[in-house]
Nanobody, 122 residues
Framework: VQLQASGGGLVQPGGSLRLSCAIS????????IGWFRQAPGKQRERVSC????????YYADSVKGRFAISRDNAKNTVYLQMISLKSEDTAVYYC????????????????WGRGTLVTVSS
């Protein structure tokens, strides 16, 4: 199983990025996918998760209204569209997969990608 996150980069405050998580070795339609992030010196935190059952989504309060998660089962890829980026969004972003029920707890996830760095700075 491999999860490959991409799309990170340097962006100015107020800018946008779209992250992609390409998944191989498991069926996206049977797995819940989460995006998490970890800033320097901080613990990994949840950002957004999407359910395999109905496609419903969870968002951390800090990103509600600015981030949107979506999934393309045909491409086995999950996206995280980020707008109105702030300096506090700077972190390494990871995607992760788990079966069964949706969870926002990182330790519940079975498979992780390597992460992609997002830097929001002027």
């Amino acid at each position: 199983v491999q999860l490959q996150a991409s799309g990170g980069g340097l962006v100015q405050p107020g800018g946008s990025l779209r992250l992609s998580c390409a998944i191989s070795g498991l069926a996206l339609e049977k797995n819940n996918i989460g995006w998490f992030r970890q800033a320097p010196g901080k613990q990994r935190e949840r950002v957004s998760c999407t359910s395999s059952d109905d496609g419903s989504a969870y968002y951390a309060d800090s990103v509600k209204g600015r981030f949107a998660i979506s999934r393309d089962n045909a491409k086995n890829t999950v996206y995280l569209q980020m707008i109105s980026l702030k300096s506090e969004d700077t972190a390494v972003y990871y995607c992760a997969a788990k079966s069964l029920s949706l969870s926002t707890i990182p330790s519940d996830y079975d498979y992780w990608g390597r992460g992609t760095l997002v830097t929001v700075s002027s």
